[in-house]
Every structure is written in C-alpha cells, then in structure tokens.
Nanobody, 117 residues
Framework: QVHFVESGGGLVQAGGSLRLSCAAS????????MGWYRQTSGKQRERVAV???????NYADSVKGRFTISTDHAKNTVALQMNSLKPEDTAVYYC???????????WGQGTQVTVSS
C-alpha cells in the first residue's frame, strides 16, 4: 500500500518562506514523476510543481520563480521550498506521483500552509 506523509506547513507572514517535505512508503521516488499539489476549500486541487526522474522540473505560472521542488533519493523524500509567499498561496499542500494524482488515489492528509497579509 502506498502512503504519503506531508509535513512542514504552518502560519507565515507574506514574504516569508516555508519548506515542505513528503515521505512515502510503498513507492520509490527515484522512478516516479513526483508532484506537489494544493487545494483550497471549494476549489479543485491544482498541481504547483513536478519533478521527473531525470531531474527536470515544471511549475505552475503562479509559483514560478518562488517555489523549488527537489527530491532526496537516499531518503526517499520530496521537498518544496516556498519563498516570497503570498496570501493566495494559502492552501492544504499534498504530494503524490503524477500517475496516482491523475487517478485521484493515494492522497495523504496534506499539510496546511497559511500566509497572512
């Protein structure tokens, strides 16, 4: 069974930074395209960052230049460094593989990020 555990969220003022981390069991990050996603109440979950096994990354326009996704294959974790945070970044953040996300399965509990103005 695949299980994701996200951590690192919290309350931060606009302009601040947070670093999210995701650990998983039942899956190896080094062979999967991994993504960070976020969801606010009443809205669909959106993908904010992706990293593929070769290391290439892709970001949503809204976070480009502010967020950085990375993986630590030795620890089997994926991180999201978030800088210059804005109130509109407030959401619950989740990690998942792109494949599982497309099938809408194996979501963890996520980690809440709240950015105050």
């Amino acid at each position: 069974q695949v299980h994701f555990v996200e951590s690192g969220g919290g309350l931060v003022q606009a302009g601040g930074s947070l670093r999210l981390s995701c650990a998983a069991s039942g899956i190896t990050f080094s062979t999967n395209s991994m993504g960070w996603y976020r969801q606010t109440s009443g809205k669909q979950r959106e993908r904010v960052a992706v990293i593929v096994p070769g290391g290439a990354t892709n970001y949503a326009d809204s976070v480009k230049g502010r967020f950085t996704i990375s993986t630590d294959h030795a620890k089997n974790t994926v991180a999201l460094q978030m800088n210059s945070l804005k109130p509109e970044d407030t959401a619950v953040y989740y990690c998942n593989t792109m494949s599982f996300a497309a099938r809408d399965v194996f979501w963890g509990q996520g980690t809440q990020v709240t950015v105050s103005s």
